[in-house]
Structure formats: C-alpha cells, structure tokens
C-alpha cells in the first residue's frame, strides 16, 4: 500500500535560464532527487558502462544519442528507491514526442493522488542573449562574463594574460539559432500543462536566490494541498 503520495516537478526553461541550478536547489530543499538527462548520460560515460561506451562513440563523432537510450536510462533512474516520494526532471523532456512517451511512463508509476507539475521558468530572448552572449573563456580554464563578471582589462584574462575568447556555442547567430529551437519545440510542451492547469510559471529574470524563492513558493502551496488534501 502506498502511504506517501509522489510530487514529480519537470523543469523548463530556455538555455541561460539556470534551470540546472533552479533544479538542483528544489532538489535540496524538498528532499527528492534532481534527473538531470545530461547528468546521467555523463555517469554512463565516466562508468564505461555499455551503454556509456556506445553513447561516447556516437558523441565522439558528433551524433545525436538516440530518444531510446536516453528514456531508457532516465526511466530506469525513475524508478530507484531515492525517488520513491518523487523526483524533478531537468532536460528531458525536450520534444513533443518525447513528453508523450514520458507521460505514458509516468501514467504506470504513479497513482491519482500523486502530482505532477511542470515548472517554467521564463526568460526573455533579449535576456538570454545578454547572459550567454556576455561569456567570454580563456584557454586557462577562466571564465568571465562582460557584464556580470567582467575581467580587470577588456579582452584580457586576469589569471594568465592571454585573449579571451566566445565559445561557438555563444556566438549571437548561434544563439539565435537555439532560441528559434527552444521555441519551436517548447510551445507544444508547455501548452499541454497550461491547458492541464498543471504549468507552474516563474518570472526567472532576478537573481538565483529570488528565483529560487519563488519556485519555493509555488511548491509549497502545492505540497501543503497534497498534505492537506
Ligand atoms: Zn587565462
């Protein structure tokens, strides 16, 4: 018999929005584990699991992982004992398809009474371009950011000199690129939880501890209904 009922939280939110930490920080709070897809591909990697060597192999040359390997990994991860009052899942799902078969497999692990929500939280383009476009890295290791985080000297690595340089994945067009995707594919996704009254929506554009405080809100109103209901 089930005595406790399961809170599951996805996390949405565009690249730059700190969705990861947001995650990681609910995660601690309310005492269930943070799904990262990311994460646990990595653990596969660093394991030299079977499946870790296949999942380098097709990185290494620049490939897609494939859906299947990545819900496989993920729904096993679901089911382990750390997650049995629940769990958040951060960067997954990415597509439409993707939700449907999550939401299939959530339909066979959890009962009426538990809740799923989804968690979005916003950034506008314009902040987004403004926070990953103002990284800037040296081939030290050393990060900076011009706005948030600027070096002593415009250009220049504090620690060893050297010019810093954008990574490729920051370039403005590549950005562009990303939120035209994010969009695209996002849109479906979040109107399926609008329209279920299930999208808990965070205005993500403060700082990390007041966006966190916010998400902190949202969930305990959610928790104290669960309790109490
Ligand atoms: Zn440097």
């Given at each position: 018999?089930?005595?406790k009922?399961?809170?599951?939280l996805?996390?949405?939110?565009?690249?730059?929005?700190?969705?990861?930490?947001?995650?990681?920080?609910?995660?601690?709070?309310?005492?269930?584990?943070?799904?990262?897809?990311?994460?646990l591909?990595?653990?596969?990697?660093?394991?030299?699991?079977?499946?870790?060597?296949?999942?380098?192999?097709?990185?290494?040359?620049?490939g897609?992982?494939?859906?299947?390997?990545?819900?496989?990994?993920?729904?096993?991860?679901?089911?382990?004992?750390?997650?049995?009052?629940?769990?958040?899942?951060?960067g997954?799902?990415?597509?439409?398809?993707?939700q449907?078969?999550?939401?299939?497999?959530?339909?066979?692990?959890?009962?009426?009474?538990?809740?799923?929500?989804a968690?979005?939280?916003?950034?506008?383009?314009?902040?987004?371009?403004?926070?990953?476009?103002?990284?800037?890295?040296?081939?030290?290791?050393?990060?900076?950011?011009?706005?948030?985080?600027?070096?002593?000297?415009?250009?220049?690595?504090?620690?060893?000199?050297?010019?810093?340089?954008?990574?490729a994945?920051?370039?403005?067009?590549?950005?562009?690129?990303?939120?035209?995707?994010?969009?695209?594919?996002?849109?479906?996704?979040?109107?399926?939880?609008?329209?279920?009254?299930?999208?808990?929506?965070?205005?993500?554009?403060?700082?990390?501890?007041?966006?966190?405080?916010?998400?902190?809100?949202?969930v305990?109103?959610?928790?104290?209904?669960?309790?109490?209901?």
């Amino acid at each position: 018999m089930r005595t406790k009922r399961k809170i599951i939280l996805i996390f949405f939110g565009p690249p730059g929005s700190g969705k990861g930490t947001q995650a990681e920080m609910i995660s601690e709070k309310i005492k269930i584990p943070a799904i990262s897809a990311g994460k646990l591909l990595r653990e596969e990697v660093e394991n030299k699991t079977e499946t870790g060597k296949a999942i380098e192999k097709i990185m290494s040359r620049g490939g897609l992982v494939p859906n299947s390997v990545i819900e496989k990994l993920l729904f096993k991860r679901m089911l382990k004992k750390d997650a049995a009052r629940g769990f958040i899942l951060d960067g997954y799902p990415r597509k439409k398809s993707q939700q449907d078969n999550l939401i299939k497999k959530l339909e066979g692990v959890t009962g009426q009474k538990d809740k799923i929500f989804a968690v979005l939280i916003n950034v506008s383009d314009k902040e987004v371009k403004i926070r990953l476009g103002g990284r800037r890295i040296c081939a030290c290791g050393a990060t900076y950011h011009i706005k948030f985080n600027p070096p002593k000297k415009k250009g220049i690595c504090d620690l060893c000199g050297s010019k810093l340089r954008i990574r490729a994945d920051d370039k403005p067009s590549v950005i562009a690129d990303r939120l035209k995707i994010y969009h695209k594919e996002i849109a479906p996704i979040i109107d399926y939880w609008k329209k279920s009254g299930r999208l808990i929506k965070v205005d993500g554009e403060r700082s990390i501890e007041a966006v966190h405080r916010g998400i902190v809100k949202s969930v305990s109103a959610l928790i104290n209904k669960i309790v109490s209901g």
